[in-house]
Every structure is written in structure tokens, then in C-alpha cells.
């Protein structure tokens, strides 16, 4: 019988071929981001330049440098931003309120809490829909309208609602993140539940296996994909969902509550170098979803 | 790998007498509703297969030949007409568990390894571990994939998928094969090697093998019986005994005999498309 379908391991030129492949991509990325600090910081002169704050009647050179260096500019330099974010993480103690590790972990906390509330939400529902027939085009409609409205029309809703009851803090930013994030987990996860294709379910009603035989051999782990797609778009936006449930309480903590106040005061460094925070967080969660991702389907066979 | 013991089948020389009927058909149709207007996929169909049996259901594409399988192993539903599986009906048959079923592709589920893919029916039907691992490695030897049973689906040749999804439909020890052209994505050399390998596990086993293809020379070596269809509607035009010896080689390809009942098959085949005209 033939044998050489084996897996070959991978040949020496194949290496040096993807190597280069990396670093070409690297040069590529490098490229991409030098253009965008480029481009910023040529906007910072014109967009600073009319301010009241920026010195008159001296040399254009003295006013050109000025604007990179103003306390609260309308476009403020990617150093003054970095030189912020340096010094309200390493240089401040992190359980100061000053301290941007203290706002982005209580965001970070209400994230990964209504993450994984909705994330199980969306896993519930999907298994709804595609078990239960009616309830495709009963509750579908509805689940499509509650991602109509407005989140920013909801949230102070939610807050004001869950305060009356005495719930703060944590729990209706989480509330609302699970109401932003369960949607992508239904719709991915229905498909994915659905993504057997005729022959293999044909094998399971042949062995006769029951309803929940076949979803568990066969439906839950056809969706894995799937449900990896889904939660990397999941957890970005439930990163958004927490900053803006932090947005109507009134600028205590968080990420959400730093952009609030900096706009409050002006302070453009400071809404930047919160923007910065959340946008590394974000990443960083869709990272950690995606090697999660690749672990589990190493684990499940998947080809290397 | 070739097979060269040849161990007589219990059924092949226990004599007609003690042979029962494992399929009994009547006058069996199946229409299916489309868009375009009802499709006739069978037409009164009448059949009988006794234990112990190859037959091939031969016939162009759309004949209805796969259809006939899928009733029998209740994965479609006739439209008029009996079908019996072992004395009951179809559905009772599935729920019993007394066949398995070949599919025109291995259908291995891909997050499976190929012991893991053997032992799924077995896991279905409530198997304790320590057998499921006994039987897979068992029937694993039968199809000669020892060796492989850590390895997952696409580690695998196109031909030695098949061999797993061959293995997991003996795993659980049905008395009856339905195997619908689980040969028909491979090439000639590897089909050959398959269908010796077939022949051999046949002979060891004693099973009664339902076979759809469209390959005549398949058709003739394997068969006891040969079933040839034609199209729309599907029907049965000719059944030809094939008493070929039990024990066939590739070169009986060759002989007078082998040629002679091809030669029939062939003009059944050309007898129904003429009808069809």
C-alpha cells in the first residue's frame, strides 16, 4: 500500500524560502508603520499652528518646535504621546489612579466578564437555533434587531437601570459588553453547528446515534473554527463595549473614563495615550484568542 | 500489500438451502418532488439478495442506483412498494444497527485520528473503551492499516482513507455491507489493489455486500450477482449470475468467461440507454 502521503518534514530550501517570506513581511509592516508616523507627524504643525498657546513673533524654527511640545495641543506628537503612556505605566504605581495599568485593568476585567458571558450566550442561543427549528425565525429577527440600536443609546439605560438595583461598577459594563459581543458567537456558531456536510451527518443517522450524539461528535467540533472566528471579533468589541459602559458613569476608572475626562480638561495626550492603551489591549486579547486558536486545533488534528 | 490466503466463506459452501433472504424488494418506486416537476429515481423495482451475497448495482449516472442503497439503509424514503432488511423494514434495520454503509468518500471526520474515526459507531453504541480499542485494532489489520492509528484523516492517501472508513463500517460487526462506489474518486492501480483487498475481506468475513459502481471489470470481479440499472426512471433490465470461481485474480480479466459476462453486462447497459432515447 502506499506510504508516501506521510507527512514529508519540511525540506531545508522550504525554510530558507519561508524565512525570507517573514522577512519581507517584516519589511513590509515596518514600512507601513513608518509612513503613518511620517504622515502624523507632518499633520502636527498645521493642525497646532493657530492655537492661542503657540508663541508669536518668534523665528519659524522656534514655532515649528514649539508645536511639537505644547501641553495641550489639538494633535499631539506620537513622542508626546509615548513619552505619556511611559509615564503613567512604569513610572507611576499601579494602583494609583493616575496610573494607566489601574484603568486598563478595571476595562480589562469588565471585558474578559462579559466576554465570557457572552460568548456563553452566543454559544446558548446558536445551540437554540439550530436545534429547536421555530426558533430560527422567531428569535433570529430579534437577536439581529438588538444589534441595530445604538449602543451609546443603551448603555446609560443599562447603567441607570442596574444602579437603581445597586449594581455599579463591574457588573453593567460587563452587561453591556456581553450585549455587544454575544451576536458575532451566535452567528458564527450557527453556521458552525450547521457546517457538517450531508455525508457525514448520512454517517450518524446510519449508526442510528441520537440528537445529542450527533452534536457532540459531530456538530460541537465541526464548529470550532468557527467559534475561534467568532471570538476574536468577540473580544474586540467587547473591549469597546466596557469603555463605553465607563463613558456615562460619571468618568470614575477605567479606559473609558481616562478619554472622558482628557476631553473633559483638553488634555489631548491624555485621550491619545488612552486610545493607545486600549487599542494594545485589544490586540493583545485577539493575540491571546488566536493562540488559544492554535493550540486547540493543534490539538485537534489540524494540519501543522 | 496483497492478500493471498483464500479461507472459504461460511456462506460460500453452506449450499443454497440454509441461504435466507437479507433483502427482499417489491415493487418498489421513489419519486422525488422538484422545482421542475417530479424526478423518478426508481421505478417498481423487484429484488432479492440472500446471505452471503456480492452484488453490484451497475448503471450510467442517475440511474438510480445509489437511490435503491439509500432506501435500503433508510437514509431516503420510498415513495410505493416493500423493502425488507433482514426480515424487517429499513427503519427497523437502522435503529438495529445491522448494516454499515461505505460512502463514495471516506467521510472521516478530519479532528479524528484514524483509530478514534474507527472506533466513533463504537462509541455511539455504548462499546466499553478496552473493546472499542480491540475491535479498532482488529478491523485496522483487516484493511491492512496497522501502524496508522495515531495518524489523522489528511496523513492519509485517498486509498488508504477509503480502507479507514472501511474498517469503521466493520467495526461494530454488521452482518450486511452497503457500499456505495467507495472506489470511484481512486485510480485504476489503486482500485485494483482495493478490490483484491475487497475480495479477500469477503471471503474471510462471509458478509452480504450491496456494491454501487460504474465500473464494469469492478462489477464482474467482485460480484456473485450483478443488478444493472437504467435511467429515469430506474429500473432493474438485467440480473446476471456471475459463478465465476470464488477465488478470482486480476488476469481472470482476461478469460472467455470473465469477457463473456462484461460483454452482457455491457449490453445492458446499452440496451437501457436506447430505451431511454
Request: aromatic residues 8%.
Amino acid at each position: 500500500m502506499t506510504t508516501e502521503a506521510l507527512a514529508l518534514p519540511r525540506s531545508r530550501a522550504g525554510g530558507r524560502i519561508a524565512a525570507g517570506i517573514a522577512q519581507s513581511k517584516a519589511v513590509a509592516v515596518l514600512a507601513i508603520v513608518a509612513l503613518i508616523v511620517l504622515a502624523w507627524y507632518a499633520a502636527v504643525y498645521p493642525m497646532n499652528a493657530d492655537l492661542p498657546s503657540m508663541p508669536k513673533e518668534v523665528p519659524f524654527a522656534e514655532r515649528f518646535a514649539a508645536a511639537y511640545a505644547l501641553d495641550r495641543p489639538v494633535l499631539p506628537a506620537p513622542h508626546q504621546v509615548i513619552a505619556e503612556l511611559w509615564k503613567t505605566t512604569v513610572e507611576t504605581r499601579a494602583t494609583s489612579p493616575r496610573s494607566l495599568l489601574f484603568h486598563g485593568w478595571v476595562t480589562l476585567s469588565s471585558t474578559l466578564v462579559g466576554f465570557a458571558l457572552g460568548s456563553l450566550l452566543g454559544i446558548v442561543l446558536a445551540i437554540g437555533i439550530v436545534s429547536v427549528k421555530p426558533l430560527e425565525k422567531s428569535l433570529l429577527p430579534w437577536i439581529i434587531a438588538s444589534q441595530t440600536i445604538p449602543i451609546l443609546a443603551v448603555a446609560p439605560i443599562v447603567i441607570v437601570v442596574l444602579g437603581s438595583i445597586g449594581l455599579t461598577g463591574l457588573v453593567p459594563k460587563a452587561i453591556i459588553s456581553m450585549y455587544l459581543c454575544f451576536f458575532p458567537v451566535t452567528i458564527g456558531m450557527v453556521k458552525g453547528f450547521t457546517s457538517p456536510d450531508t455525508m457525514q451527518l448520512d454517517l450518524m443517522r446510519t449508526y442510528s446515534a441520537s440528537g445529542l450524539q450527533t452534536f457532540a461528535k459531530l456538530r460541537w467540533p465541526a464548529s470550532v473554527p468557527f467559534l475561534f472566528a467568532s471570538l476574536k471579533v468577540a473580544v474586540a468589541i467587547s473591549l469597546v463595549g466596557a469603555i463605553v459602559g465607563e463613558l456615562p458613569t460619571g468618568a470614575q476608572a477605567g479606559l473609558g473614563a481616562r478619554l472622558l475626562s482628557g476631553s473633559y480638561y483638553g488634555q489631548t495626550v491624555q485621550i491619545w495615550s488612552a486610545l493607545f492603551a486600549s487599542s494594545i489591549l485589544a490586540s493583545g486579547l485577539v493575540l491571546a484568542v488566536a493562540l488559544i486558536e492554535r493550540v486547540t486545533m493543534r490539538l485537534m488534528g489540524a494540519r501543522p | 500489500m496483497t492478500v493471498t490466503t483464500v479461507a472459504q466463506a461460511p456462506g460460500q459452501d453452506a449450499g443454497l438451502a440454509s441461504r435466507r433472504p437479507v433483502i427482499a424488494v417489491e415493487g418498489l418506486s421513489l419519486t422525488f418532488d422538484t422545482a421542475d416537476g417530479p424526478v423518478y429515481a426508481l421505478s417498481n423495482v423487484d429484488l432479492t439478495v440472500e446471505e452471503g451475497e456480492f452484488v453490484s448495482f451497475i448503471g450510467p449516472s442517475g440511474c438510480g442506483k445509489t437511490t435503491l442503497l439509500r432506501v435500503l439503509a433508510d437514509l431516503e424514503s420510498a415513495t410505493s412498494g416493500s423493502a425488507r432488511v433482514n426480515g424487517v423494514s429499513p427503519e427497523e434495520a437502522r435503529l438495529g444497527r445491522q448494516y454499515g454503509y461505505v460512502f463514495q468518500a471516506p467521510a472521516l471526520y478530519p479532528w479524528r485520528t484514524v483509530e478514534k474515526n474507527v472506533t466513533l459507531p463504537l462509541e455511539i453504541m455504548g462499546y466499553p473503551a478496552s473493546e472499542r480499542r480491540e475491535r479498532a485494532k482488529r478491523n485496522l489489520e483487516l484493511v491492512n492499516l496497522t501502524g496508522f492509528e495515531g495518524k489523522y484523516p489528511w496523513q492519509l492517501s485517498g486509498g488508504m482513507q477509503q480502507r479507514a472508513s472501511i474498517a469503521r463500517a466493520l467495526s461494530f460487526d454488521p452482518k450486511l455491507l452497503f457500499m456505495d462506489e467507495p472506489f470511484g474518486a481512486l485510480d485504476e492501480i489503486v482500485r485494483d489493489k482495493l478490490n483484491d483487498q475487497l475480495l479477500a475481506l469477503w471471503r474471510k468475513t462471509g458478509k452480504t455486500v450491496l456494491f454501487v459502481t460504474h465500473s464494469i471489470p469492478e462489477a464482474v470481479y467482485l460480484s456473485t450477482r450483478i443488478v444493472v440499472m437504467s435511467p429515469r426512471p430506474g429500473r432493474i433490465i438485467d440480473t446476471i449470475d456471475c459463478n465465476l470461481p470464488a477465488h478470482r485474480t486480476l488476469d481472470m480479466r482476461e478469460t472467455p468467461e470473465f469477457l463473456a459476462i462484461a460483454q452482457r453486462v455491457r449490453d445492458g447497459l446499452r440496451a437501457g440507454h436506447s430505451y431511454d432515447d
